[in-house]
């Protein structure tokens, strides 16, 4: 890792909120995604392509 | 188009027997405009530059507060749906709503607006600017706002969620019809913005029936 | 009423309609002819569907499949279908007969005057009177009037005999029955029985 | 949806197929995902180890490769939504409505980054973190525009119903969302001349270029795949409804 | 007590359902803030120095917009007049309607005002000293807001009534509230504010549900 | 439901009571006595005051003159009466289940359970279901299932049978035929007949 200059600590917490909201924004993708699925499963969906009706 | 005058006489009867509520606006209009100095002290010099800002403000939130009364009844008690199936075309009925909302909601805050011109210790000139100004600009308020008011009629809500909808979408308003009465710029920039807030608003009491209509046709039930 | 309210070679169609809400199918393939002068009613237990099929009739609700059709129908007329549902649109601090001069106003094809209009549903007395100072019954024969100040060819009523008194369903059954004279149509969703006759009926089932 | 049967078509109508679209681009995420990783991966490197500090801004340009591919992305994301928007007016394609509303909240949240990003750089650049500046400004009113897009969709029971007028307030804001840039711009020049030093005066250099490009395109993947898995869920979620619904009244 | 907790619940599930009520509000209360700056100007000194009227203004729109859905909602589909049936008593009813309008529409507010500080370029301070003011002065505004949605939905007036009631009775709150944040009059000053704002929320707390009990019992029909 | 809720020495009484709206006298003079067990229909035509009497009977509206009162009951149990008017008291965003949890928990002497009287009205499938999805006839049945959550003596009902279907009309009979059987007390104004032996019937003219 190099050097940040004088100003570290604003690059390291840019790029740390962004990582964070990165993550978030994947994980809350995933989850729902997830979710959705499980829901689906319980409902007992007979459409393999999970698609909509009709 | 004696349909369209039966919605205009509708609509301002029922705000003017409403009792009170134009009077409701004035007074929510002068209130925002007098609590202002308190927060800021008594500093008349700056009162003055902030004014035709606290104007502004205030005319456009008391436009706000009458937004919900535009469809929501009319939802309510069935009525908007028989709009859908009325001779008169629905952007025709909301032309004649956005026409009544800125006769009932922006047409008195004018005629109150020397009250705030005194309480922000304003000068004629300037005075007269803010006149012209509101004049221009409150009609594309009153399109936004109708805007507004149809996208949220069918969420069975209402309240809030009209103005964070228009509240961005208004920016522009606010800053020529600000830029229109403050001096600062120079009389040249005065006038292109009030140049510029009548062909907004010209443009948007145009579209906004039309968009409206479609929004309270799409969104209904 | 003038001439050109005789719709003489109307016909009210459909085909192979499905009628719900969101994505719910409530009923479908549903082919129903109502030829000038025919009138049907609407039968089937609570919540099978039937106001979702007049809204859908009237053009308030997209069919799920399959369409509506008003044959002989010239558009010039304008709209062709009054709605009479379950919430009367009267609005406080209107009067009556401001009520009545308003749809009239609107809605084109103008018929009786409001206080004709008033007088064949027996609110003569309350014309002037706060619309929604009026009595429940009193409330729904004003919403009839409204289909007596512009004339239309089709009536979709939901419930109409709601809250009315022995006098109110026989008025009903006389403004029914008129329409249905000058060849209308009217359909007309209503678990209690209408004393007109003629008309025909369909039944709603629920879906298994 | 007029059924068209030309064969060159055929594409299109299975896309219009919420269930067929799933099954057409599922495939498609884990590649997408792989690339955005090694996009990520390779746009760091460059930006902390092989690209200079800049001769004005020193190490802070390296907020650049995160605040410049956000910033676009929050543009770009409500051009997606108002593309979408025209394809649920116009052409009624049904994943347009899907795609209306998975964009929104990705857009929101990368207009949100792109403020943070900016206002972390200001500081040390400015000396503020926020500044009534054209750019930041009319950023801020994207981000309220979306927010409340976000709930609007919230706010209606109905999505099919919603889709529609979640479309025309798009467009509307599509419409005016230039408008407001202008007005912004002109009213920030009007009360305060330009006294904000910009770094887009001198051309970039190359080490500097490649690192944003990298990091540009990773964040643009990232986008498609996160829209494209959201859409994929959207589907579902409707599914859902209506099985519930279903449920509710009785049926198998 | 669980006929109180029931009505707590009911309203606060109400008013989180169908998506974020909370989330509308608190963009409301942001925007208004973020849009002043438009129509003052991009000045941060001045900006620092609206700030607590600005503040306010937003809050008092924010909780005055949300009065509607109090009463009028439950006149409209009846519910109004069986609570005057309930074991209940109504005064209880009605309390239990003002906690749960400060909690879904004043304490939301409380919370998301970092940002608006953020944005009006307030320094820490004044900041804390917002929140406390804040948090002191809008039990009042909410106990005056149901006062006034009582008065208005007995009049069968709805809409704007009851602003117009409540805005001069909210004019003490408004000026206390501004003056606990603002340091202008000295830092006595700003307590002596504080105190007379919290004297005055616990005054009106107290007393409007009965008060707003006694106007609908006698309002309704 | 359990012991106390026989009201066997319980009787509504008017005296010389005088109804109306605002100034305007609608019935005067009205001297009605219903015993323990008594059912009492009102009839008469549209807008003669029978919505106005059984809201002065709940104590909504207040007499115009003489007055009401329902001796032998306890004030320790609570009001006495439920009133069950035109409009349902059903908001949107709450299930059935929940706008009854409600009701039960602000209105006191708690009898059947919510979801017992969801069964009861024929309701029990769409308990989860948004109380504004419901079909009219559905809502009327869900404002019904209100009286049955908490116990209380004095049934006021104004057009119950409005938006029910022939099994909710019988449905509608057999609920205030179990309650009259346990000493319960019901005024019912109604233009539909209600099948049930027994029921006493007063009927308000038009005055002059
Ligand atoms: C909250 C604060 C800020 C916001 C909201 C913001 C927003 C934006 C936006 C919308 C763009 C346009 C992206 C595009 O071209 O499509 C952009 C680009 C850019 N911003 Fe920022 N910005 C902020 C602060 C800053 C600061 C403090 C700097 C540097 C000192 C900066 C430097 C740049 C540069 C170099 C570009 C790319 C070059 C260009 O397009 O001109 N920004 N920013
Ligand atoms: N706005 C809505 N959204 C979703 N579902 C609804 C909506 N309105 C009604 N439904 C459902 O659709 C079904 C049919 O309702 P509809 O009002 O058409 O019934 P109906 O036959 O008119 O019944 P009733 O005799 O009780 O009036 C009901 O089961 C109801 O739950
Ligand atoms: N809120 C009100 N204010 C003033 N007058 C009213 C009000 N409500 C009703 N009225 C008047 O009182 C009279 C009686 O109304 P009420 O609702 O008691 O009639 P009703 O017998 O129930 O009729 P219906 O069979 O139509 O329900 C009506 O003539 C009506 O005009
Ligand atoms: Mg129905
Ligand atoms: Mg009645």
Not at chain 3, 124 to 131: N, P, V
Not at chain 4, 143 to 160: P, S
Request: net charge neutral; with cysteine.
């Amino acid at each position: 890792m190099i050097a940040l200059g004088a100003h570290a600590e604003f690059i390291i917490s840019a790029y740390a909120g962004v990582f964070l909201g990165l993550a978030a924004l994947i994980g809350w993708t995933v989850l729902a995604a997830r979710q959705t699925k499980r829901r689906l499963e319980e409902l007992g969906d007979n459409q393999r392509s999970n698609g909509s009706a009709q | 188009m004696s349909g369209f005058i039966s919605v205009l006489t509708r609509e301002i009867r029922l705000s003017l027997r409403g009792g009170g509520e134009v009077l409701t606006l004035v007074l929510f209009f002068v209130i925002v405009g007098a609590i202002v100095p308190f927060a800021v002290g008594p500093d008349k010099v700056l009162l003055a530059r902030i004014a035709p800002g606290i104007v502004w403000i205030a005319a456009f939130l008391a436009m706000l507060l009458g937004l919900e009364k535009l469809f929501g009844p009319d939802r309510a008690d069935g009525t908007l749906a028989l709009y859908r199936l009325a001779d008169l075309p629905l952007s025709a009925v909301v032309g004649a709503k956005v026409i009544a909302h800125w006769l009932t909601s922006a047409l008195p805050l004018i005629l109150a607006s020397p009250v705030l011109a005194l309480l922000l210790a304003m000068d004629g000139e300037t005075f007269w600017r803010m006149v012209l100004s509101l004049l221009l600009g409150t009609p594309a308020l009153a399109g936004f706002g109708a805007i507004g008011a149809a996208i949220t009629v069918a969420t069975r809500r209402g309240g809030l969620l009209a103005p964070i909808l228009i509240a961005p979408l208004s920016v522009p308003v606010l800053i020529f019809g600000v830029g229109a009465i403050s001096a600062s710029g120079g009389p040249d920039q005065a006038q292109a913005a009030a140049l510029l807030l009548a062909a907004l608003s010209l443009m948007v009491v145009v579209l906004s029936p039309f968009a409206a209509a479609l929004a309270v046709d799409w969104g209904e039930d | 009423m003038t001439e050109r309210h005789v719709h003489s070679s109307l016909c009210l169609k459909t085909f192979a309609l499905g009628v719900g809400r969101g994505e719910t199918v409530l009923a479908s393939d549903i082919a129903l002819c109502v030829p000038a002068g025919g009138g049907l009613m609407l039968r089937g237990p609570n919540g099978v569907g039937k106001s979702t099929l007049l809204l859908t009739l009237a053009g308030l609700l997209t069919p799920l499949q399959g369409s509506v059709a008003l044959e002989g129908h010239d558009a010039d007329f304008g709209p062709a279908y009054h709605y009479c549902g379950h919430r009367n649109a009267i609005r406080p601090r209107l009067t009556a007969v401001e009520t009545l001069d308003f749809w009239r106003g609107i809605n084109g094809n103008p018929a009786l005057s409001a206080t004709e209009a008033l007088e064949r549903v027996g609110l003569a007395r309350q014309a002037k009177l706060d619309a929604a100072y009026l009595s429940a019954g009193q409330q729904r024969r004003l919403a009839l009037a409204r289909l007596l100040v512009s004339a239309r060819p089709v009536w979709l009523l939901d419930e109409p005999t709601s809250a009315l008194d022995a006098d109110g369903q026989q008025l009903l059954a006389g403004l029914i029955g008129d329409h249905l004279a000058q060849g209308g149509i009217a359909v007309i969703a209503s678990h209690d029985a209408i004393a007109l006759e003629g008309l025909a009926v369909f039944a709603l089932e629920r879906r298994a | 949806m007029t059924i068209d049967t030309t064969p060159k078509m055929t594409w299109w109508n299975r896309l219009s197929h919420p269930g067929q679209f799933v099954a057409l681009t599922r495939p498609l995420i884990l590649p997408l995902a792989l690339l955005t990783g090694v996009l990520f991966a390779a746009g760091l490197w460059y930006g902390f180890f092989s690209s200079p500090p800049e001769k004005y801004m020193g190490d802070t340009v390296r907020i650049m490769y995160v605040h410049v591919p956000t910033a676009w992305l929050s543009q770009f994301v409500y051009a997606t939504m108002a593309v979408s928007a025209l394809g649920t007016l116009v052409w009624r394609h049904p994943m347009a409505d899907v795609s209306m509303k998975a964009a929104a909240p990705l857009g929101a949240a990368f207009t949100a980054m792109a403020l943070f990003t900016g206002s972390l750089w200001g500081r040390p650049t400015w000396g503020t973190f926020w500044e009534w500046d054209g750019r930041m400004t009319s950023t801020l009113v994207l981000l309220f525009i979306y927010l409340g897009i976000v709930a609007l969709w919230r706010a209606f029971d109905d999505q099919l119903r919603a889709a529609r007028v979640v479309a025309i307030f798009t467009l509307v804001g599509a419409v005016n969302i230039p408008i407001i840039k202008f007005s912004v711009d002109w009213w920030s020049t009007l009360h305060q001349p330009a006294s904000v030093f910009r770094a887009d005066g001198p051309t970039m250099p190359g080490e500097i270029l490649t690192p944003l490009f990298v990091m540009f395109f990773a964040f643009t993947f990232l986008f498609i795949t996160l829209q494209l898995a959201a859409m994929h869920t959207e589907v579902r979620r409707r599914r859902i409804t209506t099985l519930e619904r279903r449920a509710a009244r009785g049926e198998a």
